[in-house]
């Protein structure tokens, strides 16, 4: 059962998407909304600002702190407020959260009292990370979390149908119950991809998705698609058959990773609908 979802949450136009997506999920699942805000504490420290300050004679970095936090606490008490109202205006009623922290550590930290994790593909500092969401905070939480999460894009549409991308791994297959279970509890028909050339391993696939499905009555097909991976499911994703996409994260073992790129990475970074990951 899905009870929580985090949504951490920063003000940007991605972050507002998000805040809709979780906004929706919650009234199809009734799960309660936590609005989660991260003064990242890097903001606090600057020492850059702390060097400079001291080579051309202004007052020490020390006496801008208070000055810093006061501003820093007033906008995050602001987006959370944001926050309340979006989700009141819709009926809901959320919690909300805000700590001080490296955002990641402090996103997986307190995701660990929830079911889900909900975040935008990009936040405010974006611009920042090398490579885009490389590195970014929304990577770091689907590597860490051990918990699904979903990921949006900028724009938002209503979820009507999904699909889940498999390939026998383990976090395929835990993505495939998943998957399962959203179908049943939301009533969206469900698409199974797989990718591959080979008969035999299409066979086998096929095998395993029906072996998961028989104790269940849902709308679901699977398909299989000749291709590589990632670009595959991005092609899938932009004919607009399914406006969510349900996918095991990384997994593939690391040194293939590094070698050939990551099908999770590449699809997160690039998909127009949202992409729910689990381990």
């Known amino acids: ?13 991605y972050g507002k998407t998000a805040i809709d997506y979780g906004i929706y999920i919650a009234k199809k699942l009734q ?17 850059v600002f ?13 006496e801008f702190i208070p000055v810093i936090e006061a501003g820093l606490d007033g906008r995050a008490e602001a987006i959370l407020n944001a926050f309340r109202e979006r989700c ?4 809901l009623h959320p919690e909300t959260l805000k700590a001080v922290g490296v955002v990641d550590e402090t996103i997986i930290e307190e995701g660990k009292k929830t079911d889900w994790i909900l975040l935008a593909q990009r ?5 920042l990370a090398k490579g885009g969401i490389l590195g970014s905070t929304a990577e770091l939480v689907v590597r860490n979390a051990g918990k699904p999460v979903l990921v949006t894009p900028l724009k938002y549409q209503d979820i009507e149908s999904m699909a889940l991308a498999y390939d026998g791994s383990l976090p395929a297959h835990n993505a495939l119950q998943l ?34 499905l028989e104790p269940f009555q849902i709308d679901a097909e699977t398909i299989v698609i000749p291709g590589k991976e990632s670009r595959e499911l991005i092609k899938f994703i932009e004919e607009g058959s399914v406006e969510l996409l349900v996918m095991g994260a990384y997994g593939h073992n690391r040194l293939r990773q590094l070698l050939l790129g990551s099908t999770t990475s590449d699809v997160i970074r690039k998909s127009r609908i949202p992409v729910l990951l689990t381990r």
């Open 179 to 212: 998957a399962i279970t959203l179908s049943e509890k939301a009533s969206w028909p469900l698409t199974i991809i797989c990718i591959t050339a080979e008969q035999a391993v299409a066979d086998r696939l096929h095998e395993k998705i029906e072996a998961a």
């Open 50 to 62: 702390s060097d400079i300050s001291g080579s051309i004679g202004l007052p020490p970095y020390q």
């Open 31 to 47: 799960a309660q909304l936590i609005g989660l805000h991260v003064i990242d504490i890097g903001l606090m420290r600057a020492p």
């Open 1 to 13: 059962m899905i009870k929580t979802i985090l949504i951490p949450t920063d003000g940007s136009e």
């Open 123 to 127: 936040g405010e500092n974006f611009h």
């Open 88 to 91: 009141e205006a819709a009926g």
